[in-house]
C-alpha cells in the first residue's frame, strides 16, 4: 500500500495543475445516492469550493438532478454565472452521468437517435458554461462488453465530434478497459477532440499500473479523476480516503509529469461524514499536494 510520497517522487510544479471537486462532494448525499446533481444544495457549493481551497467544479448532469439543474435554463444560467464570478470558481468540466441512466448502448434505434441529440444539447451547454472537456462515462450498467457496442460507440463519436469540435469541447471516455485494449480503442478513433478521463481509484482497483496507462494512452491523456480504492478480485469497488487504498500515488505523479499534464485534478473521493464535507476535501487536498 502505498500511503506515503517517496523522496524519489517526481514532482508536477504546483502551479501547472488546477485543482477540483466532483459535484455533490462538498454536501451531503442525496436520497442515499453516493454521487448525483445536489439538487437542493448547488449553489452554496461555490462558497464551499473556495473555503475548501480549490479552483473549480466538475459539473454534473444526471437524471436525478435534470429537472433542478441550472444549466438548462436561462433563470439558473444567469444564477450560475453569477455564483461562479462571486466565489472565482470555474467549471471547465461536465460529467455526463445521465448516460450511466441512457447509455448510447444496448437501446432501440429510436432510443439512441433521442440520445444522440441530449450528447448534442449538452456540447452546446458545456461551451456555454466555461467546460472545455465533457466526461462520457462507459462504466457499470453502461460498460462497453462487445464488439458490436464498441462499433456502435466509434459510430456515435464519428458522429459527434465535428460537432464537438465546433464547440472547442473535448470528449473524454471513462471506460474499463485494459491500457492495450483502450489504446487499440483509441486508435480507431483519430480524433484529437476524443481523450481518455483516467481514474486513480478505478485503476487501483483492477490492479492496473498508472505508468503502463499512461504509456499506452500518451497524449490521448485528457483528464483525471483522483480517489483511492483496494485492489479486489471483484475490481475494488469501495471508494476510501486518499492514501488508504491501492492507489499508487508516486507512479500516478510521476507519470502525469512525464506527459507534462496540466489538465486539472478532480477531486472525486470518499464522502464525508454528513456536515463535514468541506474539512474532509481540505485533507484530501492537503494530501495531493504533497506530491506538488
Known sequence: MHNHKSDMAVRVPASQLKFGVMQGRLSPP???RFQSFPRHSWREEFARARAAGLDYIEWIHDAYGYTAN?????????????L???????????????????????CTPEELAQREQHLYQLISIAARIGA?????????????????????VIDVLNRALPIAQQHNVELHLEADFNPADFAAFLDRI??????????????????????????AYGDRLGSVHIKDRYKKPE??????????????????????????YTGGLTLQVARAEPGNEVNFIKSQLHFLKQYC
Open 30 to 32: 442525496e436520497d442515499g
Open 70 to 82: 441550472p444549466i438548462f435554463t436561462a433563470e439558473g444560467l444567469a444564477e450560475f454565472d453569477a
Open 84 to 106: 461562479k464570478r462571486e466565489h472565482s470558481i470555474a467549471t471547465p468540466a461536465l460529467c455526463g452521468d445521465w448516460f450511466m441512466d441512457f447509455p448510447l448502448i444496448r
Open 132 to 152: 472545455w472537456r465533457m466526461v462520457l462515462p462507459f462504466v457499470d450498467q453502461s460498460r462497453i462488453t462487445a464488439e458490436t457496442e464498441k462499433q456502435q
Open 190 to 215: 483519430p480524433h484529437p477532440f476524443l481523450k481518455v478521463n483516467w481514474d486513480s481509484g478505478n485503476s487501483s482497483g483492477l490492479g492496473y499500473i498508472p505508468h503502463e496507462e499512461f504509456a
Open 235 to 260: 475490481g475494488g469497488v469501495e471508494t476510501r480516503p486518499l492514501g488508504h487504498g491501492s492507489a499508487d500515488f508516486d507512479d500516478v505523479f510521476a507519470s502525469l509529469r512525464s506527459l507534462n
